[in-house]
């Protein structure tokens, strides 16, 4: 319903040029951030744009644009008013409160010089990209913003794609021009950041043992989360042709550089479950086996099939299995190029579906319309199985075929059911507005903290209502390209309040609720009673 209530945005891509020069990065489709900017209760989007090429500084015809959301009956073009409109070759968004003063700031990843936007608090923005000092020559797709080192200040972390000659080489088949393969570049290093409190920031990636040798990485989506439940904000960076990495954050003291230890083979995720390579994208992120861990699902290239890591429990070590085949995720993959995806409960049943959107590069000469896919929709059956539903009974966006690109979640018109909101390339935005008619009781709850930082990125959640808990985690750039609501969106199924509801805050400190009401939205302030947000 994106162009009914006015969110009419289409990602450009630059056909007339394509016809003679293609390049890396022309598979983009753009990415979503979503955000509360002016405070008034409803989430807002912001979507990035792409550019002719060579880029040229000052360009004005292609711009990021900000949808601000009007009380949820429509949306309106703001991006110029709030001076966010960016006009690089624009990747994923993020979105995060990274100078602390209670309003979300937006960080854009360009192919080129990326964009850090700080919020002003009445409506409008200043760009402060001078801040973090970053290269116009690097080639960004994905980013958070996060605290890794404890000392309250939201830190950013950066993922680079290729380097070497990536942003200028073109190849051939045959004579017919193609994107270069990710086989034929090295991996660009990824950026740590480090928030210094005045404005400025460092970058320690190499101090923090996030150094990636020898042309690893190429990296393309990246998870923030407490992943192994030890209080520190854990990092999982999917990689494109080569192993994923997992980052265990190893830091005791608050402030100073973090320690980041890499143990993404020893854990399981960089490779698929007979030891291969991937061209890995996506990730959506839950406890799927409701055994109180976080679980990890991450989209792939075409032939290979999709992964669930599945953490393992009661091991002394942090270890994951892949139960793609298993939980019937894998096989339907096969002849899809998977990038975006969310976990949601659709039907607020209590279990959590998934969604993934689907699309080749481009199309191949062979088929006209070939390269565009259905995206694809798995109900949870429960006890670790998924169902690929027919795309008949979604709805029309499912009947039809994409080239889906990034996914972010949102309960854009507050009626406790996750929306969602797709980016495409060169093909106008989708909203999809989730009017499932079966649904149970939900929760909402938005965190923040205060002894922590403000996002409460890696506070974990114990949810406890009727004979079932359920345990939920603040996370921040699962999907692709994408930036989440920065809410938890609960399904409840039949039962009408919450027995219990238990937070660690980031910081390690513990508070227990008691007895709140379903079907509410809740503001959990750190060390302080719950407040009830009206409807």
């Known amino acids: 319903m994106a162009a009914t209530v006015g969110l009419k945005f289409e990602f450009f891509v630059d056909h007339q040029r394509m016809r003679n020069k293609v390049f890396t990065f022309d598979f983009a489709g753009g990415g979503v951030g979503v955000l509360d900017y002016d405070q008034d209760g409803w989430p807002d989007l912001y979507l990035t744009q792409g550019s002719r090429w ?25 991006g110029d008013l709030a001076s966010v409109g960016d006009t690089g070759f624009g990747a994923g968004p993020t979105v995060g409160d990274i100078n602390c003063d209670g309003f979300p700031d937006i960080f854009v990843a360009n192919v080129g010089t990326n964009c850090l936007y700080l919020n002003n608090g009445d409506g409008t923005f200043r760009d402060s990209s001078e801040s973090i000092g970053n290269s116009a020559n690097e080639f960004s797709l ?21 380097g070497g000659d990536a942003l200028t080489r073109q190849c051939r088949v045959n004579g017919r021009l193609i994107q270069c393969s990710p086989l034929d570049f090295p991996g660009q290093q990824d950026r740590l950041y480090l928030n210094r409190g005045d404005g400025h920031f460092d970058e320690k990636a190499g101090s923090a043992g996030i150094a990636e040798p020898d042309g690893a990485g190429k990296g393309m989506g990246v998870l923030a989360a407490d992943v192994d439940g030890t209080g520190g904000i854990d990092l999982f960076i999917t990689n494109d042709t080569t192993a994923n990495l997992l980052f265990v954050n190893e830091t005791h003291s608050a402030g100073g550089v973090p ?34 861990l976080l679980d990890l699902f991450v989209t792939n290239f075409i032939i290979e099939p999709n992964n669930l890591f599945v953490q393992l429990a009661n091991q002394k070590v942090l270890l994951f299995n892949d139960r793609g085949l298993e939980a019937k995720l894998a096989r339907p993959s096969i002849n899809t190029v998977g990038w975006g995806t969310q976990f949601l409960d659709t039907e607020l049943d209590g279990d959590w579906d998934l969604i993934v959107a ?40 499912f009947e039809a075929k994409h080239f889906g690109r990034a996914v972010a979640r949102l309960d854009w018109n507050r009626d406790g059911m996750d929306d969602l909101c797709i980016t495409h390339m060169g093909a106008p935005v989708s909203l999809l507005a989730n009017t499932s008619r079966r649904r149970g009781r939900f929760l909402a709850i938005q965190l923040r903290g205060v002894a922590s930082n403000r996002d409460a990125i890696g506070a974990i959640m114990e949810v406890i209502a009727g004979k079932k808990t359920w345990t939920v985690q603040q996370i921040a750039g699962d999907g692709f390209e994408a930036s989440n609501q920065r809410q938890i969106l609960l399904g409840l199924g039949d039962c009408d309040h919450i027995d219990k509801l238990r937070v660690r805050w980031p910081n390690g400190d513990e508070q227990e609720f008691e007895d709140l009401a379903a079907d509410r939205e809740w503001i959990l302030i750190e060390g302080c009673s719950p407040l009830q947000r009206s409807n």
């Open 142 to 162: 994905s980013a958070v913003i996060v605290d890794l080192n404890r000392d309250q200040l939201p830190d950013l972390y950066v993922v680079n794609y290729l």
């Open 259 to 292: 320690k980041m230890s890499e143990r993404g083979s020893i854990a399981g995720v960089a490779y698929d479950d007979l030891g291969r390579l991937q061209g890995s994208m996506g990730i959506a992120a839950g406890d799927v086996t409701a055994d109180g």
């Open 358 to 397: 689907n699309g080749h590069l481009e199309d191949p000469p062979n088929g006209a319309g070939s390269g565009a896919k259905q995206a694809q929709f798995f109900e949870n059956q429960g006890a670790g199985q998924f169902r690929d539903l027919p795309a008949n009974g979604l709805g029309d966006y």
């Open 54 to 78: 060579p880029h040229k500084k000052g360009a004005w015809q292609h711009r990021n644009c900000l949808f601000r959301n009007l009380s949820g009956q429509s949306f309106e073009q703001v």
